[in-house]
């Protein structure tokens, strides 16, 4: 509130003249053309007041609009507003502080808000960039699991399928040590021979059919 050299509350006319006199000084008001000036001094200001505040209002809200209207001293939208719609001091004042850039005529105090909310969207962004990075490396680490997985898989059926012909190999050849293989013995081993070679066969396409794709895939992403 304005005080006086008496440190009383200055009167209606003192701030009438106030304001007048700065709006004279800013070149804002010139020489009467009639008996009154077009703008109003102080309902200029109230108006001005009442639009801003409007055209601000948080979310475009019934709430925020009754607020702005007890901020410019009614009752509210309606009559019954003062009845039913209670507010307090704190949240006129978070309303107000939400509309002081669009009521400060220089615009530093714009520049200001917009740095902030420069500031703001470019933390939220870093933020989300380090949270997709961090989703993406852990989905990487868990598709090299899952490549290095397979592939001990197929190393293991690779195994258990050249056992068998492994053991036939090693009797071949302890029995070409001796006096040779007789052909009861040897027509059903070299059988059985290239019936594991066409079952291991079988079963490496199988693999490459079944998990080929896939493992081209993560060895993609590892790369990648």
Request: hydrophobic fraction near 35%; charged fraction near 35%; aromatic fraction near 4%.
């Amino acid at each position: 509130m304005v005080q006086n050299g008496a440190h009383k509350n200055a009167s209606v006319k003192i701030l009438r003249d106030r304001v007048a006199r700065m709006a004279t000084k800013a070149g804002l008001r010139g020489a009467k053309e009639s008996k009154r000036f077009e703008v109003p001094a102080m309902n200029g200001f109230r108006r001005f007041w009442n639009k801003t505040c409007k055209e601000t209002a948080s979310g475009d809200s019934l709430a925020s609009l009754i607020k702005k209207e007890y901020m410019m001293g009614h009752q509210g939208l309606v009559s019954l507003d003062q009845n039913y719609f209670k507010t307090n001091l704190m949240e006129l004042a978070t309303e107000y502080i939400k509309v002081v850039p669009d009521l400060t005529i220089e615009d530093s105090e714009r520049l200001r808000q917009s740095n902030r909310t420069m500031s703001s969207n470019i933390q939220k962004l870093e933020s989300e960039k380090d949270e997709k990075l961090e989703r993406l490396t852990r989905k990487v680490d868990d598709m090299r699991r899952e490549r290095d997985s397979m592939r001990q898989e197929i190393f293991e059926l690779k195994k258990q399928r050249e056992s068998p012909a492994m053991d036939l190999l090693d009797a071949l050849k302890k029995h070409s040590g001796t006096d040779g293989i007789s052909e009861d013995v040897l027509g059903p081993l070299t059988s059985m021979m290239h019936q594991l070679t066409a079952m291991h066969k079988n079963d490496l396409e199988e693999i490459r059919r079944e998990y080929g794709a896939e493992i081209d895939r993560l060895k993609r992403a590892a790369d990648d």
